[in-house]
Structure formats: structure tokens, C-alpha cells
């Protein structure tokens, strides 16, 4: 991700780009949220405009209700991988202060299981199981690339 000539030839002529990324386990540098930042940076500058990108429930938005066990997950994040946690808010932020069509998909616990076919699409404190399987996931990010219902949201997806 710190390779800014590579970021720009990918997004230079793209119709859209899709970002699924994310931390895996503790993180302890800024090396996502950089990234995150170039992309955009890359995009407005080739005017693509399009942004789908991953995000969790640490990317609080107003449309969010409470919910205590999101509420639990996030605390113990803060509090066992704080960098972690703060790298995400760090990506939403930089995509949510861009000028791009942006959309954050945040999902809870992503499985391996297969697509259910079975989507909600809504917002935290809402009705939202713990899980959701990353087929699902990946044709609500396909669906994106044209839907304009979520443009500057961040929607929160589950498989109840």
C-alpha cells in the first residue's frame, strides 16, 4: 500500500474500485489507513469516483442504534488491540471526508460459510446477527458498483 505509482496505474481508467481492506489481528502502524488514503488520493486525481470499501462496526455513523453486544465487541477491541481499532476508524475517516460516491459495507464476523441468499442490509441496533458470510458479502459489493442507494453511507450487513 505504500506504493503510490502502482495505486495510481490500478485506479487510473477504473470505473469503480472495490477495497476489502482490512486489519488482521493487532496492528500496530498506520500502513491500512495510509493506503486507504492514497487510494482516494489516486482516485479523486484520475476522477473515479466510485468507492465501495470495507468497514466494521468501530465506524460509528448517526443511523447506528445502540446495541449491547456490539457495544461489548467494540470496547474489547479498544481495549486489547487499540491500534487495531483505531486503524479502522482511521480508514473510514479518510474515505468519509473525501469528495468520492463512497459506500462502507460494515459487517460484523465475516464466515467462510456459503452465500444464504439471506441479506439484511441496515444499521447497527437494528436487527443484526453476529455473522455474515463473505459470499454474501462480496455480491452486495458487486451490487454497489451501481446502486445508488448507499452513496455516502455505510450501511451494516448481516445474515438475519
Given at each position: 500500500m505504500r506504493n503510490e505509482l502502482a495505486i495510481e496505474t490500478a485506479v487510473q481508467g477504473a470505473g469503480a474500485v472495490l477495497s476489502f481492506l482490512g486489519p488482521k489481528g493487532k496492528v500496530s502502524d498506520t500502513t491500512l489507513s495510509d493506503g486507504v488514503l492514497r487510494i482516494v488520493q489516486a482516485m479523486e486525481k484520475h476522477h473515479v469516483n466510485r468507492l465501495v470499501a470495507l468497514g466494521t462496526r468501530?465506524?460509528?455513523v448517526a443511523e447506528d442504534g445502540p446495541d449491547l453486544r456490539f457495544f461489548i465487541m467494540v470496547t474489547l477491541l479498544k481495549l486489547l488491540a487499540k491500534g487495531t481499532y483505531q486503524e479502522v476508524i482511521n480508514m473510514g475517516k479518510h474515505i468519509q471526508h473525501s469528495k468520492l460516491d463512497w459506500t462502507i459495507v460494515r459487517v460484523p464476523w465475516l464466515t467462510d460459510a456459503p452465500a444464504t441468499g439471506k441479506l439484511h442490509v441496515g444499521y447497527f441496533g437494528q436487527k443484526q446477527s453476529l455473522k455474515h458470510s463473505r459470499e454474501d458479502?462480496?455480491?452486495?459489493?458487486?451490487?454497489?458498483?451501481?446502486?445508488?442507494?448507499?452513496?455516502?453511507?455505510?450501511?451494516?450487513?448481516?445474515?438475519?
Open positions: 468501530n465506524i460509528e458479502m462480496a455480491d452486495f459489493f458487486s451490487d454497489q458498483i451501481n446502486d445508488q442507494a448507499y452513496i455516502k453511507k455505510a450501511p451494516a450487513l448481516s445474515n438475519a
